[in-house]
């Protein structure tokens, strides 16, 4: 199927799941390596993102994000590994602008990025999904640059959009609860619905801590 890029003035979201946001430790503090999952492919980072175009609406970010979490579990039930413990909960949304995105090429905080491209690829018939994808000029070690950009993508986020999917409703501790509010105010976008009746009125957690301590290797998306 044909990708196109996502051009500018548009909104994306990246949705949050646990565990792969969170520490593993008993605190499940908010990480944004787990959270932004960027994943190496020879020299280009690459992430998830779903291209608010095609939603619209609250309710429409919110049902993707519990779709992701319930195909994850599906996957893990059919091949044998699913785990209680490590059960996929959909927690929430953040929004950014792609014209922000886009910005972070030619920065010269990342003189190792080459370029900056949200592709709206469909996958697992969401045609939502869109993949942000990074090109360096480097064939270093990248573990720093990844980092630069991790915080340059946290700067320019807003949010979260919270949610608690029908399916945990009764879960105690809900993770979202544990959400890092975003820098940003959100933005307004047409056809915006109320959040949804399901979404608990969360007080915002402690200031986001290290990016990178007691992260497991979960993928978010």
């Known amino acids: 199927m044909s990708t196109c890029r996502v051009p500018e003035g548009e909104i994306v979201f990246r949705h949050s799941v646990f565990p792969g946001s969170f520490t593993t430790n008993s605190r499940k503090q908010f990480v944004l390596k787990g959270f932004f999952y960027l994943k190496d492919r020879g020299g280009t980072l690459v992430t998830s993102l779903a291209w608010g175009r095609h939603l619209p609406s609250h309710a429409d970010i919110h049902s993707y994000g519990c779709r992701l979490a319930a195909r994850r579990n599906s996957q893990r039930h059919s091949d044998g590994t699913f785990r209680k413990e490590k059960q996929e909960i959909y ?15 030619g920065m010269p905080e990342i ?111």
Request: proline share 10%.
């Open 91 to 105: 927690c929430g949304a953040f929004q950014m602008k792609s014209e922000d995105i886009y910005s972070l090429a």
């Open 111 to 221: 003189p190792q990025i080459q370029s900056v491209d949200i592709l709206h690829e469909i996958e697992h018939d969401e045609i939502a999904h869109a993949n942000l994808k990074i090109v360096l000029n480097t064939e270093r070690s990248i573990e720093g640059t990844k980092t630069a950009i991790l915080a340059q993508l946290w700067n320019v986020c807003s949010g979260p959009l919270r949610h608690v999917c029908p399916c945990d409703i009764e879960m105690a501790n809900h993770p979202s609860i544990n959400l890092e509010v975003g820098p940003n105010p959100m933005l307004s976008f047409e056809n915006s619905s109320p959040v949804d009746v399901e979404t608990p009125d969360l007080s915002p957690p402690p200031p986001l801590g290290n990016t990178n301590q007691g992260h497991q290797n979960t993928a978010n998306s």
